[in-house]
C-alpha cells in the first residue's frame, strides 16, 4: 500500500459484527462519498486496520472476540486516527471504558443518518484543520507549534492524538478563560448542543497524564470548581 | 411540655420494663413488710407486757400474802393496826426500792403512805373502785407520775386490799415500771424498721439486677435486629444460656438466615432482570438502527416513490422516531426499577443550564406562540448529574408549553444554603388537586382523548421525578382547573444531603393576581 492522496475520498473501517448494520453503514457511507470497509470481528480489526490504513474508525464497543475497548487502545497505541465508538449501552461504564482506551467520540444506538455523518465529518475535519493566525502558543511550559501540530516540553516532543491537540489548543487560544464542559464540547467535539460532559473529562484526564508532570496536581489543565476547565499559568520551559 | 411528658414516671412506666418490675415488686414488698412489721410488734409488745404484767402480779401478790399473814398474826394489843401496816408498808417499798422494781401506795383514810413521791392520780379511777373487796388483785396499766422533779414514766397497777381488823380494808397498790420492757420493745421496733428498710433495699437491687439479666438476651436479640436491619446479614447471635433465651438467639439466628436468603434470591433476580434490560438494550438497538438508517435512505428518496411508497416512508419515519423514545424511556425506567441507575455527579450551575434548556426550546415553544420567561437568580451552583437535571428540565417545560395554550410560562430558578429549586409554572388546562398526585404515574393522561401535539411517550414525568428523587431532590406537581400549573424540582447544593425545605413554594406565589383575574 502506498501513500494515498489527500483529495482522495476518506476511508473509514467499520468494526461492527452485526452484518445487516454494517452492510446499511456501508450504503450510507458510500451515498455520502467516503470509502468504507468493514470488518466483522475483533481479532481481525487491528489487522484490517493495518492493511487498510483509515482515515477514521467506526467500532462497536461489543464484539465477538477481542472487545472494542481492547481493539480500541491497540489502535491507538500505534496510532492517533479518530476513533469514533458505536454503542448501545450509551450510560454504562462501557463507554467511559472505551474514551478511556482512547477513542475520541462515541455515538449511541440508535443514531440517525445524519448524527452519525455529523460526528464522522467533525472528526475528519478537525484532522486536516489547517491553521491560522498565531504559529506558535505556550500553555503551562509547554509550548504548542500550531502549524507543525506539535507539542514539546523543552527539547522533548509530547504525542498528542489531532482530539487531544485540540483539546489543548482551545484550552491554551484564551489563557486565563474558563471553559465551561459544554463549550469544549462545542469547540472540540463541535456538539451544537451540549452532550455528555463525560467525553470532556476522560479526555482531560488522558490529556493530563501525557502533559502533567503530576497528573494528580495538574498545573497545565487546572479545574475550575462549578465551571470546568481553563489553561494553567504560562511559564518558563 | 413534651420533654416533661417524656420524663414523666408514666412514661417510665410505658417504656422501662426494670422500672416496671423494681416499682411492681417494691410495692408488693411494702405492703407484706408492713404487714409482718405490724404483726410482729403487735405479737412482741403482748407478749412482753403479757410477761411483766404476770411477773408484776406474782410478786404483787406475794407481798400482799406476807402483808396479809402478818397483819392476821399481829398482836394488836402491842402495836396499833396503822403502826403496824405503816411498818409493813416500809418494808414492802424498801423492798421494791431494791433494784427499782415497784412503788408502794396504800391509801389509810387518814393519808397516803408508801413510797415518797409518788402522785395519787398515778392510780387510775377505774382501778381504785374496782378494789373494794375480795382478796383478788387487779391489774391495768397506768402512767406513773411523780410529785417531785422525776419524769414520768409508763408503768403497771397491780392492786389489792389488805384487812385491818376492826378497820375498813385499805386497798394497796404496786406500781411496777414498763420503761424498761417499752424500751425493749422501741429497740425492737427499731430493728424491724431497720431489717425492713435494709430488706427493701436489697430487694430493689437484686430485682433490678434479676430483671437486667433477663433483659439481656433480649436487648442482644434487639440489637441483633437492628443490625440485620442496618444490612449486616451475617451476624447471629451467641445461642447460650437458658432453654428460653438460646431459643430466642436460634429464632433469631434462624430468621437471618431465611432474611439472608430471600434477599440473595431478590438480588439475583434483580441482577437478572439488570442483565435482561441490558441485554435488550443491546439486541434491539442494534437492528432498530439499521432499520433507522433504511428508513432515512427511503425518506431521502421518496420523492421518486409514488405517492403510497412515499407517504409510507414517511410514516414509517416518524414512527421509528416514536419507537425509539419509548424504547429509551422504558429501558430507563427499567433501569431505575432494577436500582441500576448512577449518578454521574458534577458541580453545576443550574441558573445557566436552566438557561440554555430553555433557549434551546424557545424555537419549540414560539410555534405554539408561546413565550418563555427566565427568572433566574445569578449563580445556583449545585453537585447534580447534567444530563439528567437537562432531561428533567426538557421534560417540564414541554409539557408546560403543550399543557399552556400558547400562554406565557415562567421558569424560576432560586437557591438557597441548602438547595436549588428550579419551578416551570405554565398558565394552560391545569389539572384537579387529586390529579397532581397522578401525573407522575406512568403513561397517564389528564384527558385521553385531548391530541397529542409533541408526542411524548407517557413515561418522561416518571423518569423525571425518578431523576429528582435519585439526587435526593424533590419533584412536586400543583395544578388547578383554569389556572395552569407548576412543577418544582429542588435538588440539595451537596450530593447526598437531606432536603429540609425548597426555596421556591409549591403553590406558585402569582397565584392571587391569577386568582383575581379569573374571578373578574
Known amino acids: 500500500m502506498s501513500e494515498v492522496p489527500r483529495n482522495s475520498s476518506p476511508r473509514i473501517l467499520v468494526v461492527d459484527d452485526d452484518e445487516a448494520l454494517s452492510e446499511m453503514l456501508h450504503i450510507v457511507l458510500g451515498s455520502e462519498g467516503f470509502d468504507a470497509r468493514l470488518c466483522h470481528t475483533g481479532d481481525a480489526a487491528v489487522a484490517a486496520f493495518r492493511d487498510y490504513r483509515p482515515d477514521l474508525v467506526l467500532l462497536d464497543l461489543m464484539l465477538p472476540g477481542r472487545d472494542g475497548v481492547d481493539v480500541c487502545r491497540e489502535i491507538r497505541a500505534e496510532s492517533g486516527v479518530p476513533i469514533v465508538m458505536l454503542t448501545a449501552k450509551s450510560d454504562t461504564i462501557d463507554v467511559v471504558d472505551g474514551l478511556a482506551a482512547g477513542a475520541d467520540d462515541y455515538v449511541a444506538k440508535p443514531f440517525k443518518t445524519q448524527e452519525l455523518i455529523a460526528r464522522i465529518k467533525t472528526r475528519l475535519r478537525r484532522h486536516v484543520e489547517p491553521d491560522s493566525d498565531v504559529d506558535s502558543l505556550r500553555i503551562g511550559d509547554l509550548v504548542i507549534r500550531v502549524n507543525e501540530h506539535t507539542v514539546r516540553r523543552g527539547e522533548s516532543e509530547i504525542t498528542l492524538t489531532p482530539l487531544e491537540f485540540d483539546l489543548l489548543l482551545a484550552l491554551a487560544r484564551r489563557p486565563r478563560q474558563a471553559f465551561t464542559r459544554e463549550v469544549l464540547l462545542e469547540e472540540v467535539w463541535g456538539y451544537r448542543h451540549a452532550s455528555d460532559t463525560r467525553l470532556v473529562n476522560v479526555h482531560v484526564q488522558r490529556l493530563r497524564s501525557k502533559i502533567e508532570q503530576d497528573p494528580e496536581k495538574p498545573e497545565i489543565i487546572v479545574t475550575v470548581r462549578g465551571v470546568g476547565y481553563r489553561a494553567g499559568e504560562s511559564k518558563p520551559a | 411540655m413534651k420533654g416533661w411528658a417524656r420524663f414523666a414516671p408514666f412514661q417510665l412506666w410505658a417504656r422501662s420494663l426494670p422500672f416496671r418490675v423494681v416499682l411492681s415488686t417494691l410495692a408488693a414488698a411494702v405492703v407484706i413488710l408492713v404487714a409482718t412489721g405490724w404483726f410482729l410488734m403487735d405479737q412482741s409488745s403482748r407478749g412482753i407486757l403479757a410477761g411483766k404484767t404476770q411477773a408484776s402480779v406474782a410478786e404483787a401478790s406475794s407481798v400482799v400474802s406476807t402483808m396479809r399473814r402478818d397483819l392476821s398474826t399481829t398482836d394488836l394489843r402491842t402495836t396499833s393496826a396503822s403502826e403496824r401496816i405503816s411498818r409493813l408498808v416500809r418494808e414492802a417499798a424498801n423492798r421494791g426500792q431494791v433494784g427499782n422494781q415497784y412503788f408502794v401506795v396504800v391509801e389509810t383514810p387518814i393519808s397516803q403512805i408508801g413510797t415518797a413521791g409518788v402522785a395519787a392520780d398515778s392510780i387510775p379511777e377505774s382501778i381504785r373502785s374496782a378494789v373494794g373487796t375480795g382478796d383478788g388483785l387487779w391489774s391495768t396499766p397506768t402512767m406513773i407520775r411523780f410529785t417531785d422533779s422525776r419524769v414520768e414514766e409508763p408503768g403497771l397497777v397491780v392492786a389489792a386490799s389488805l384487812d385491818v381488823p376492826g378497820q375498813a380494808p385499805y386497798p394497796i397498790f404496786f406500781l411496777f415500771s414498763t420503761a424498761q420492757e417499752r424500751q425493749t420493745l422501741a429497740v425492737v421496733q427499731q430493728a424491724a424498721l431497720a431489717t425492713g428498710v435494709f430488706l427493701l433495699a436489697g430487694l430493689t437491687i437484686t430485682v433490678y439486677l434479676t430483671s437486667l439479666q433477663v433483659l439481656r438476651p433480649v436487648r442482644l436479640a434487639r440489637l441483633a435486629a437492628e443490625r440485620l436491619a442496618a444490612g449486616h446479614l451475617d451476624d447471629r447471635m451467641a445461642v447460650v444460656g437458658t432453654e428460653d433465651l438460646a431459643g430466642l438467639a436460634r429464632s433469631m439466628n434462624h430468621m437471618a438466615e431465611e432474611l439472608d436468603k430471600k434477599i440473595t434470591q431478590l438480588q439475583n433476580l434483580s441482577l437478572v432482570q ?247
Open chain 2, 274 to 520: 439488570q442483565r435482561f434490560v441490558s441485554d435488550v438494550s443491546h439486541e434491539l438497538r442494534t437492528p432498530l438502527t439499521t432499520i433507522r438508517m433504511a428508513a432515512e435512505v427511503l425518506h431521502a428518496h421518496r420523492a421518486a416513490f409514488d405517492p403510497a411508497s412515499g407517504r409510507s416512508s414517511e410514516l414509517l419515519s416518524a414512527e421509528l422516531d416514536r419507537f425509539e423514545e419509548l424504547l429509551t424511556d422504558l429501558l430507563e425506567i427499567s433501569r431505575f426499577d432494577a436500582g441500576a441507575a448512577q449518578l454521574a455527579i458534577d458541580d453545576v450551575d443550574l441558573a445557566a443550564l436552566t438557561g440554555e434548556e430553555v433557549d434551546a426550546l424557545r424555537h419549540f415553544a414560539e410555534q405554539s406562540g408561546t413565550v418563555m420567561v427566565l427568572d433566574a437568580d445569578v449563580r445556583c451552583v449545585a453537585e447534580v448529574d447534567s444530563r439528567r437535571i437537562r432531561r428533567i428540565l426538557r421534560n417540564l417545560i414541554t409539557n408546560a408549553i403543550e399543557h399552556g395554550e400558547g400562554r406565557p410560562i415562567t421558569v424560576h430558578v432560586r437557591g438557597d444554603d441548602q438547595g436549588v429549586a428550579i419551578a416551570v409554572r405554565d398558565h394552560g388546562v391545569g389539572f384537579s388537586a387529586a390529579e397532581a398526585g397522578q401525573v407522575f404515574n406512568r403513561f397517564w393522561r389528564a384527558d385521553p382523548s385531548r391530541g397529542r401535539r409533541v408526542g411524548g411517550t407517557g413515561l418522561g414525568l416518571s423518569i423525571a421525578l425518578e431523576d429528582a428523587r435519585l439526587h435526593g431532590g424533590w419533584l412536586t406537581a400543583w395544578g388547578r382547573p383554569g389556572l395552569g400549573a407548576q412543577f418544582r424540582l429542588t435538588v440539595p447544593r451537596r450530593a447526598g444531603e437531606t432536603l429540609h425545605g425548597s426555596p421556591w413554594p409549591v403553590v406558585p406565589p402569582d397565584l392571587k393576581e391569577v386568582t383575581k383575574l379569573a374571578l373578574k
